[in-house]
């Protein structure tokens, strides 16, 4: 199994990117999925999910800036970012719990990371 991150980029401030992270191997389910945030120097942390169902939560630093959505279909979850201001920069990891067989439990996964600056 592995998770294909891409989208990131330098935008300025107030602008916004539309990140993908796309699963691909040997895939049963897709349980929750998730994009986790890692500052220079800080740690990764949780700032949007989205269960098999569509449920979302969201960080306060980001509520009503980013939207978590996803395609079943196509094994992908997408974060759209609207006014980015300095502080999002940072690597952007996706992960999410895949099961590979029926009735085995779903284990998690990171992928590679993607750089997002906000910078002028």
């Known amino acids: 199994v592995q998770l294909q991150a891409s989208g990131g980029g330098l935008v300025q401030p107030g602008g916004s990117l539309r990140l993908s992270c796309a699963a691909s191997g040997s895939i049963y389910r897709i349980d929750g999925m998730a994009w986790f945030p890692q500052a220079p120097g800080k740690q990764r942390e949780l700032v949007a999910s989205?269960?098999?169902?569509?449920?979302?939560n969201y960080a306060d630093s980001v509520k009503g800036r980013f939207t978590i959505s996803r395609d079943n279909a196509k094994n992908t979850v997408y974060l759209q970012m609207n006014s980015l201001n300095p502080e999002d920069t940072a690597v952007y990891y996706c992960?999410?719990?895949?099961?590979?067989?029926?009735?085995?439990?779903?284990?998690?996964?990171w992928g590679q990371g993607t750089l997002v600056t906000v910078s002028s």
């Open positions: 989205i269960t098999s169902g569509g449920s979302t």
């Open positions: 992960n999410a719990a895949i099961g590979e067989k029926p009735l085995k439990p779903s284990y998690g996964y």
